[in-house]
């Protein structure tokens, strides 16, 4: 482990470190601790830095390593359910925010995951965490079309579910 390989491992991750912790954060609901994901994701990304071919792919490299230790996580561990009103570690986005809004994020957060893995996956890496279409298509293995079906389908679904919970949409920060 050299101490170049550190240098220029946190030159690339320092500018993808938010928008990670944001997605491990909301994709993570229920099913494990998101900082044992954000963690098992770094030190994985840094044991196989040596086979990035291109630096510019480093953010799709890092989410792609994070997306396969959740998958691996949900094999091998039944899913168990979680209050957030009860996680202490749980952070809406790292936004501050009313009574009313964190609530409102609890049942987005909720509604989130009741939606199929490929479409929840799509809204959170495109929404959440900046990433293009073709950049989803690639880290999904899908074409460019069939992940605008899976953001059109997923927000429509979204909004369903939030009309049924009676939400006041209008609070949540984009």
């Known amino acids: 482990m050299t101490e170049q390989k550190q240098t220029a491992f946190m030159r690339l991750y320092q500018p993808v470190h938010p928008k990670l912790e944001r997605f491990c954060k909301a ?5 494990m601790d998101w ?34 230790v959740l998958a691996n996580h949900r094999r091998k561990q ?26 409102d994020r609890d049942w987005l957060y909720k509604a989130l995951s009741r939606l199929p893995e490929q479409q929840r996956e799509a809204i959170l890496l495109f929404e959440i965490s900046g990433f293009s279409i073709k950049e989803i298509a690639v880290l999904q293995g899908s074409s460019e079309s069939a992940i605008k079906q899976r ?7 979204l ?6 919970f009676n939400l006041s949409i209008t609070h949540l920060e984009p």
């Open 78 to 103: 039944r899913p168990q359910s979680r209050d957030l009103g009860q996680d202490p570690d749980f952070v809406h986005l790292g936004i501050e925010s009313s009574e009313r809004t964190q609530m």
């Open 159 to 164: 909004l369903e579910q939030l009309q049924a």
């Open 27 to 31: 994709r993570v609901y229920g099913e």
């Open 35 to 68: 900082k044992d994901l954000l963690q098992d994701a770094v030190l994985i990304a840094y044991r196989q830095f040596d086979q990035l071919r291109a630096q510019e792919a480093f953010p799709s490299f890092i989410f792609g390593i994070a997306l396969r």
């Open 151 to 157: 953001l059109s389908r997923g927000r429509q679904q």
